[in-house]
């Protein structure tokens, strides 16, 4: 394995996304979901990255990428069509010691970005190295389907309950066990039917199995 699967908190950090286009959005906009400090730098950019810029959300850099532009930067995303423009960033990055993500250039990145399924706070990231991205996106779909929206409220319970047990059940074998029968059981099935009020009951039950 080539990759070490990681997941990096980016609040409040510097990344820079060179480029304007719609992969460009993409980019700036899951950075910004990431809590990010973003910043793109193009000479021009889509309307939706335009009015996240007006309202402050990204900041906007309306030029031609420099070396200069991603010095103090966390992290970087080029997301250009220009070869020239992109082994420029490369050598800087490799200078500035930036992580570096080149768009549909897995060899001269030192880290590429997951096909990912978002679910509140649960993600299931999906890779194949770089190797097919058809592939990892194909996976993608068919682990969408297996893990609906109804994991997002699903985590959400998990995690108020962890808290409940954490401050209530002194035993750590006892903790565990409870964590297991919550992640066992089959009161996901329960929201998957819109039965919420028979889902929190499930739990509060499962809680008082001491």
């Known amino acids: 394995m080539r990759y070490y ?3 990096l908190d980016l609040k409040n950090k510097k990344c820079v996304v060179i480029g304007g286009g719609s992969v460009a959005e993409r980019k700036a906009v899951t950075l910004l979901s990431c809590k990010a400090d973003v910043c793109v730098i193009s000479p021009d950019i ?19 990428y420099e070396d200069k532009d991603i010095k103090n930067a966390f992290l970087v995303v ?3 069509n220009n070869r020239a423009a992109n082994k420029a960033v490369f050598a800087a990055a490799k200078k500035y010691k930036c992580l570096l993500n080149i768009v549909d250039k897995p060899d001269e990145s030192n880290f590429i970005v997951p096909s990912l399924i978002s679910r509140g706070d649960l993600t299931i990231a999906v890779s194949t190295g770089g190797k097919s991205p058809a592939l990892a996106k194909q996976i993608r779909k068919e682990l969408q389907q297996r893990y609906g929206k109804e994991y997002e409220i699903f985590i959400k319970a998990m995690g108020k309950a962890r808290e409940q047990v954490l401050k209530s059940v002194p035993s750590e074998k006892a ?15 329960l929201l998957k039917k819109g039965n919420r009020k028979g889902f929190y009951k499930e739990i509060e039950n499962i809680l008082r199995m001491r």
């Open 78 to 80: 080029a997301a250009t």
């Open 5 to 7: 699967p990681v997941f």
């Open 175 to 189: 903790r565990r066990q409870i964590f297991t029968k919550l992640a066992k059981s089959n009161i996901i099935n």
């Open 46 to 64: 889509t309307p939706r990255l335009r009015e996240l810029a007006k309202k402050k959300k990204l900041t906007y850099i309306k030029k031609r």
